[in-house]
């Protein structure tokens, strides 16, 4: 009674309550809002960009639909464009349009009609809500027209005229353009790793930040940002040395007002007779011979230094059994030699002049110095804090909705197919709430203030052997830069990929998380499906999808391919495959959009309603509480508060 009395205040009476109950029921009955999953975009945001514009391609089917006969390839190729990119095609298009007006008219009206497919799955207060605020009330006299009405008809043209006539025209394609856009991609999932590697992972996350409906689950690059953010100073050497790795500084000092300066100096001044041929940048980047020396140097510096702190977190928190990391102290210094595993190995560097061999993992008092700015230079970059607290609020270690399961890396198994107990802590935990655990933990490390052991763990996301987000017994790092034998560079991966190919393995993830068998698929990235090899990205009789493609740069030799788009509306499941992404420019001034070819992963055969999602849940509880409010008034037992003339 207490609950109902408080949803009275918003709705008073017998008619309120039940225009209420009118509304959400038969919100309850409109086809489910088409859902876009996409993962391991790894800093390529030209690609992601363009994928977000064009919908992962279903924007273009949609003009391909309503214009099959009416428009030749060619405008429709032309129309797709002003939608992905409207003021800059239409800068393009003014040069050469000689009749602009009539051009803006003809481009409008066709715009209109896809704007009238893409919201008539919603209801007109869904999309009055999505209206650009200038435009609102001329696109609602626009979109909800009625054809075949010769006074409407002469009306709705008067309008577009008008917009013409004003030269606003160009602001109105633009709008129109972003609320196709928006109400085409309803949800989208970010499955994890929005960083590393490409060169622009703060403005994909500037995107985000502006989208509207987005949720994340962190991969184990993004979890690495996020301890780099909170202070750690395992995850912030990290940080650096994959920057300096890939050649992308300005990630640091453009995108996030980084100063490496410091780290910069020390690396000229301690490795300026060293050639560091082994750090040289390993992927192409315009740059002369001096500035990749430069870079090489400062790759090697942060390197030694990540292996020193690292030594100290492992020594510190022995829950993480990490010890075999330690491998500083298995170098003999004098011969250039590290034993592993009972096998001697010469190393291909072993110029170390900040490495004390007596005691190894020991910071020189100018690395103290170096580690010091650049903890204070990560923690007071206001961009990365803003950054740092979206993935927090929009992210988790895993998500439910809609009956999938969506989680980056994996979930730990043993070698018999099980659950595998973790012991963290002093906390012992398998599946669902190990995950749970790890969820709150890497909170716990970015918001309370100077919790070592949380920030630590977060480090331990990132490369620990048992971490869902990670899911290998080791990151051989220093193994990759100072060894040449491939044996001594292999990552036993988790059990989980061994059984991640039956169903029984999905059946059981599955049940842990208390989802339905028979309509529920776990979706994960991490591991890059290698099309051209021949493997398939839909595993376990369809209830595993594995959709990293190789939206990175870096893996698209590997995978075939240029990424995946998981498309999951009323009509069921479909794998989108992306071939590479050549340059915003070249999509602009030549038309030309990301080619995509589609996998149907499963159809149903009756469509999915809003009733059957995790929404159409809560609002058939709100309409259950508002049936009792009903019921409270037509037996008096709640007086209507009717407001008098």
């Not at 085409?184 to 995107?207: E, F, M, N, Q, S």
């Not at 690059?221 to 300096?244: E, P």
């Not at 250039?336 to 010469?346: D, F, V």
């Not at 019921?631 to 009717?642: F, N, S, V």
Request: charged share 30%; hydrophobic share 35%.
């Amino acid at each position: 009674m207490k609950y109902l009395s408080l949803l009275a205040k918003s709705f008073p009476t017998i008619g309120k309550t039940s225009t209420e109950i009118i509304n959400l029921g038969a919100i309850l009955n409109l086809p489910k809002g088409t859902e876009h999953y996409i993962t391991d975009i790894h800093g390529e945001y030209e690609a992601f960009n363009h994928v977000l514009r064009n919908c992962s391609g279903v924007i273009r089917e949609k003009i391909n639909i309503i214009f099959k006969d009416i428009l030749s390839e060619t405008e429709k190729k032309q129309l797709a464009t002003v939608i992905y990119y409207p003021e800059e095609k239409i800068d393009d298009i003014y040069e050469k349009e000689k009749n602009m007006d009539n051009w803006y008219r003809v481009t409008i009206e066709r715009m209109l009609l896809i704007l009238r497919v893409v919201a008539s799955k919603y209801t007109s207060s869904k999309v009055r809500k999505a209206l650009p605020e200038d435009f609102s009330y001329i696109i609602q006299e626009l979109l909800y027209e009625r054809e075949g009405e010769p006074n409407k008809e002469a009306y709705v043209k008067e309008i577009i005229e008008i917009i013409i006539k004003i030269n606003r025209g160009k602001q109105f394609i633009i709008a129109v353009s972003s609320l196709i856009q928006q109400l085409t991609i309803d949800t989208l999932h970010i499955v994890g790793d929005i960083y590393d590697r490409g060169p622009a992972p703060h403005k994909i996350i500037d995107k985000l930040i502006k989208y509207h409906n987005v949720d994340i689950q962190w991969g184990n690059h993004d979890i690495l940002w996020m301890g780099a953010a909170s202070g750690q100073l395992g995850c912030i050497a990290n940080v650096i040395r994959i920057c300096t790795r890939y050649g992308n500084t300005d990630i640091l000092e453009d995108g996030y007002g980084i100063n490496i300066l410091p780290l910069a100096t020390f690396a000229l001044e301690i490795y300026k007779n060293d050639p560091c041929s082994e750090f040289m940048p390993k992927i192409n980047i315009k740059s002369n011979e001096k500035n990749l020396s430069v870079m090489s140097k400062i790759h090697k510096a942060i390197s030694i230094i990540q292996f020193k702190l690292e030594g100290a977190i492992i020594e510190r928190n022995k829950d993480f059994s990490m010890e075999d990391r330690l491998l500083l102290n298995k170098i003999d210094y004098e011969k250039g030699i590290i034993k592993l595993e009972g096998k001697l190995y010469t190393l291909k560097d072993n110029f170390f002049p900040t490495i004390n061999p007596e005691n190894p993992y020991e910071l020189s008092d100018e690395e103290i110095e170096v580690i010091d700015e650049l903890e204070m230079s990560f923690l007071n970059s206001e961009k990365l804090q803003l950054h740092a607290q979206f993935l927090y609020s929009k992210g988790s270690i895993y998500l439910k909705i809609n009956s999938n399961l969506l989680y980056h890396g994996c979930i730990p198994l043993d070698k018999n197919g099980d659950f595998k107990e973790v012991e963290i802590f002093e906390e012992k935990l398998k599946g669902k709430k190990f995950l749970d655990y790890c969820d709150r933990i890497s909170r716990e490390g970015y918001f309370s203030n100077k919790n070592i052991k949380a920030q630590d763990f977060l480090w331990y996301l990132w490369c620990g052997n048992d971490s869902p987000l990670f899911g290998k017994d080791k990151m051989k790092t220093f193994e990759r830069y100072f060894l040449s034998e491939k044996e001594t560079h292999k990552e036993v991966i988790n059990y989980y990929y061994d059984f991640s190919d039956e169903y029984d393995t999905a059946k059981k993830i599955l049940e842990e998380f208390e989802l339905n068998v028979e309509f529920s698929h776990i979706i994960n990235g991490h591991v890059p499906v290698k099309v051209k090899k021949g493997e398939k990205p839909i595993k376990a009789d369809g209830k595993l999808l594995i959709i990293d493609g190789g939206f990175s740069k870096a893996y698209q030799n590997k995978t075939g391919i240029a990424g995946y788009t998981l498309i999951f509306n009323s009509h069921g499941m479909r794998l989108v495959s992306h071939e590479p992404f050549e340059s915003t420019k070249k999509s602009i001034l030549e038309c030309l959009d990301i080619y995509s070819t589609t996998e149907v992963v499963e159809t149903r055969n009756i469509r999915i309603r809003v009733r059957d999602t995790d929404i159409g849940k809560e609002l058939q509880e709100q309409i259950d509480d508002l049936v009792s409010l009903l019921e409270c008034y037509r037996l008096g037992i709640l007086k209507e508060k009717i407001k008098k003339n």
